[in-house]
């Protein structure tokens, strides 16, 4: 957009929407941050921040079309560090992968790792989308990555578990699949006895 906002208001209402969402005295804190966020593009539609913050939203809202949308608007807009970019280039990446994109989200992902190398989850996306592309051997490679930079993610882990198991080296995969209790079998990590 052309139209110069008013940034400071853009601001506050960045401030405001994310102190909603964590403020347990807003018995609507999500609906509440989510206005926050929209009236902080509508006061400023030049702040990238708030176009990438909006996605988020609408991302953990399962709003592909519309995260798609935001990010590539925050893109656009620029004044973002390296790392803000990289993170609305991977969200842009992820939110296309879901719409069946495939070919639009590599391209985007690979944006995201190139701006920064030690975004974990830039290559976990990476290795997800080389999987739906039949390129196991390249999926194992970037789920490595991943693993290499945060190896007690569970999410990085089970990453790179499918990805061995998809590239057949079963043992391998078996043993990584293992931290499948720290991602969503936590209850069987309190049990008094061995796994």
């Not at 592309?133 to 970037?142: F, G, I, K, V």
């Amino acid at each position: 957009s052309s139209r110069v906002g008013d940034r400071a208001a853009a601001i506050k209402l960045m401030e405001q929407g994310a102190k909603s969402a964590v403020d347990p005295a807003y018995a609507t804190n999500i609906s509440h941050a989510y206005t926050c966020f929209v009236s902080a593009c509508y006061a400023d539609p030049t702040y990238g921040q708030a176009f990438y913050a909006l996605g988020c939203h609408n991302h953990d809202l399962k709003l592909w079309h519309s995260a798609v949308a935001c990010n590539r608007r925050a893109i656009e807009n620029g004044g973002m560090t390296r790392q803000e970019e990289a993170k609305a280039w991977h969200n842009l990446g992820w939110c296309l992968h879901h719409i069946g994109q495939l070919d639009e989200a590599l391209t985007a992902t690979l944006k995201a790792v190139e701006l920064d190398a030690s975004f974990a989850w830039g290559w976990v996306n990476l290795s997800a989308i080389h999987r739906l592309l039949d390129n196991n051997a390249e999926a194992l490679r970037c789920a490595k990555n991943a693993y290499a930079i945060a190896p007690d993610d569970p999410t990085v882990g089970m990453s790179l578990a499918f990805a061995l198991l998809f590239s057949r080296k079963l043992a391998e995969g078996f043993r990584a699949f293992e931290c499948r209790y720290k991602y969503a079998l936590h209850n069987f990590l309190s049990y008094p006895y061995p796994k």
